[in-house]
């Protein structure tokens, strides 16, 4: 991969291109690196108390009756943006669509255990276990063989 750097002061903004001849996985964590840099903190409400959480710190959002709930090691917040919000604005390489109802961050991951009936249990660091819905087990797999392949 060549990188090449033109500062210019003349330059109104920071504009970055990519050339690539096809898009693959170094590609798309670029892009994922990049688009995350704008996404610094994600606020979330515990306890009538605002609180910023780092999207690296966030294990995985799930829905409840109560709206969506970003959960990390100090526990669950309640956060603003839908599923689908937070889906798009989200590292790609880091997090992915367990269900209809969760988003986990792929490091935080720490066991699967299939299922008889086509999904997958997936246990966290933590030790809490949320399943894989057989719409998303493809892409989950897809997802750990990449990261796999690009550490060889």
Do not use: W
């Amino acid at each position: 991969m060549k990188v090449s750097l033109n500062i210019d002061r003349s330059n109104v903004e920071t504009v970055v291109t990519i050339e690539c001849k096809e898009m693959d996985q170094s590609i798309q964590e670029l892009l994922d690196f990049l688009n995350g840099q704008q996404v610094e903190f994600i606020v979330g409400k515990k306890d009538d108390m605002q609180h910023i959480l780092k999207p690296m710190e966030i294990h995985y959002f799930h829905t409840t009756p109560d709206g969506v709930a970003a959960v990390t090691s100090n526990g669950s917040y309640l956060v603003k943006e839908k599923l689908y919000e937070l889906e798009s604005f989200l590292p790609s390489g880091r997090f992915i669509r367990l269900s209809k109802s969760v988003i986990a961050n792929l490091y935080e991951l720490s066991r699967f255990e299939a299922s008889f009936n086509g999904t997958l249990a997936v246990y966290f660091k933590s030790g809490i276990k949320e399943y894989v819905s057989r719409t998303y087990v493809n892409g989950i797999k897809e997802a750990l063989t990449m990261k796999r392949r690009n550490k060889e």
